[in-house]
């Protein structure tokens, strides 16, 4: 089973790179046509190949291209009057005589859309009546029989994502612009959330530089961050983290011997609250810390405190 699995991998990372090797300057016509185009992007396509053009069109309107797919069998009946005349399509059929697909060509050229085919056969009748073409054209289908569509799917796939990573590209799309289409989303969280509305503003930890080692053992405990903050809200001069108490541990195993200011990190790190939760997490992945105080760095004073890994 492992052998077939890698036949058919095999199979069809060498019919990606025969497409790939195919890559033309219509590509790039293509790109700049969608990129002045001012309508949306009809993806269209039936069975397999619609499928595949479901999801070229979710990467289109997810990157900054407005796109929806739309099935010829409903276009056939009705749904055609989604289509405007500002509107590009791409039509998808690996042969390129889709009947269903065939059908709608009248009724776009009539409503003066511009049409991307993406097939197989430059020959086709989808090829011939299409403004651009794309070409697919495959060695083979990993398939056995050779009727499944398997690399000639997966060729349009990764034919619809060249041209969503073109314009992606071509905009600059950025991930704070990924981040408006996915609110639901992880990315989405991290590029929309500021770090006010996720920090720790209650049972803050402080402590005074005068605190006992068993004050700043109990604290840290009852704080659950993993830290104290000597000073208060008002003025921060440093803190100890569990890290800090181990090292002066080691250092010096007699407690009766360890002064706060002596332990503490006198220049903490700080974040302004309304900071994005990505620009705050990238400042604590490059400086290697989990805890951040949010507030002001010149004022010393904090608001609240946010740590990655509660998160």
Known sequence: MKEIAKRVFDIEIESLRYVADAIDDEFSKVVQAILNASGKLIVIGIGKSGIIGKKIAATFASTGTPSFFLHPGEAFHGDLGMVGANDMVILISYSGETDEVLK?????????????????????????????????????????????????????????????????????????????????????????????????????????????????????????????????????????????????????????????????TATPVFIEEDEFINQAEQVMMDKKITTVLVGSATNRDITGIYQIYNQ
């Open 104 to 264: 709608l060509i009248p009724f776009l050229t009539w409503n003066k859309n511009t049409i991307i085919g993406i097939t197989g056969n430059p020959n086709s009748t989808v090829a011939k009546n299409s403004h651009y073409h794309l070409n697919i054209n495959i060695k083979s289908e990993a398939c056995p029989l050779a009727l499944a569509p398997t690399s000639s799917t997966t060729a349009a796939l990764v034919m619809g994502d060249a041209l969503a990573v073109a314009l992606m590209e071509w905009r600059q799309f950025q991930q704070e612009d990924f981040a408006r289409f996915h609110p639901g989303g992880s990315l989405g969280r991290k590029l929309l959330i500021r770090v006010k509305d996720l920090m720790r503003t209650d049972n803050l930890p402080f402590i005074n530089e005068n605190s006992s080692f068993t004050e700043l053992l109990l604290r840290m405990s009852e704080g659950r961050l993993g830290m104290v903050i000597v000073g208060d809200a008002g003025h921060v001069k440093g803190i100890i983290t569990d890290g800090d108490l181990r090292r002066a541990l080691l250092r010096n195993p007699d407690t009766s011997k360890l002064i706060i200011t002596q332990m503490m």
